[in-house]
């Protein structure tokens, strides 16, 4: 492979987690958000705590796509075919994500409001707890499958 080549190559793949820290962001976005919406359902009457959590985690995840291997308006670089097979992928497993997600997340707050015969305003809180917790899912998993679908390049 002739230097050219190399840089081209370079240029092309480095968008795709060279250095591995997006590895480790989708996921702790993602537990803030889990660890909210836990404790939005534990105790919705303080779900102030799960709610802070949450935008935590909303916070980071909403960097994500400007940042990581998912990197939407990258410039001019068109993307190659690994690329676009990577961005289907990874979006095909956000939106079935987040479909299971939606439909577990209302089973367990009706589940749990009939249980604890909530009033409507805790089940109301339960539910805003979900609804805030799937755009999250949606800024996080898409990095979260790159990251790990693809192994680290070398410093070669």
Request: hydrophobic residues 60%; positive net charge; glycine residues 10%.
């Given at each position: 492979m002739t230097a050219p080549d190399t840089l081209m190559t370079r240029t092309r793949t480095e968008r795709r987690n060279t250095d591995?820290?997006?590895?480790?962001?989708?996921?702790?976005?993602?537990?803030?958000g889990l660890g909210g919406f836990a404790l939005v359902l534990i105790a919705p009457r303080q779900a102030f705590l799960g709610f802070g959590a949450l935008m935590a985690g909303l916070a980071i995840g909403s960097c994500l796509p400007f940042v990581g291997p998912m990197r939407i308006g990258s410039g001019s670089?068109?993307?190659?075919?690994?690329?676009?097979?990577?961005?289907?992928?990874a979006y095909l497993a956000t939106f079935a994500s987040i479909a299971v997600t939606a439909y577990i997340g209302m089973l367990?707050?009706?589940?749990?409001?009939?249980?604890?015969?909530?009033?409507?305003?805790l089940l109301l809180i339960g539910l805003v707890g979900l609804a805030m917790f799937l755009p999250l899912l949606w800024t996080a998993v898409p990095t979260l499958y790159a990251s790990w679908s693809v192994e680290p390049l070398d410093d070669d």
């Open positions: 591995g820290r997006f590895r480790w962001m989708p996921l702790v976005a993602i537990a803030l670089a068109v993307p190659d075919e690994f690329g676009r097979a990577l961005h289907l992928r367990l707050v009706m589940g749990l409001a009939l249980l604890g015969n909530w009033p409507r305003e």
